[in-house]
């Protein structure tokens, strides 16, 4: 399965950033992670096929928004009031298994990734 991702940029701390994420193939679980120089990649949202569980990680709850277009093999994160920390390189991520809430932030949960996009906020 081979993912692309789309919509990274820079906007200024309050601003709205939405990132796309097209998948070639059928995945059960996919998510969002995010990385900085020098940290560990961590999770930002995941979501399971038909959407019945979503995934949040506490620092963006109520400002970020995860979905997908199954029919398109396609998932979007739609980011809100955006802050300087969440400046970092957004990896689009997928799963053939399903993910739970022990495992959805966990990079061994992925068995595919996408390159990267930047989110650059100041």
């Known amino acids: 399965v081979q993912l692309v991702e789309s919509g990274g940029g820079s906007v200024q701390a309050g601003g709205s950033l939405k990132l796309s994420c097209a998948a070639s193939g059928y995945t059960y679980c996919m998510g969002w992670l995010r990385q900085t120089p020098g940290k560990e990649r961590e999770g930002v949202a995941a979501?399971?096929?038909?959407?019945?569980?979503?995934y949040y990680a506490d620092s963006v709850k109520g400002r970020f928004t995860i979905s997908q277009d199954n029919g398109k093999n396609t998932l979007y994160l739609q980011m809100n009031s955006l802050k300087p920390e969440d400046t970092a390189m957004y990896y689009c991520?997928?799963?053939?298994?399903?993910?739970?809430?022990?495992?959805?932030?966990?990079?061994?949960?992925?068995?595919?990734w996408g390159q990267g996009t930047q989110v650059t906020v100041s």
């Open positions: 979501i399971n096929r038909g959407g019945i569980r979503t």
């Open positions: 991520a997928a799963s053939y298994d399903d993910c739970f809430s022990w495992s959805w932030s966990r990079r061994y949960q992925y068995n595919f």
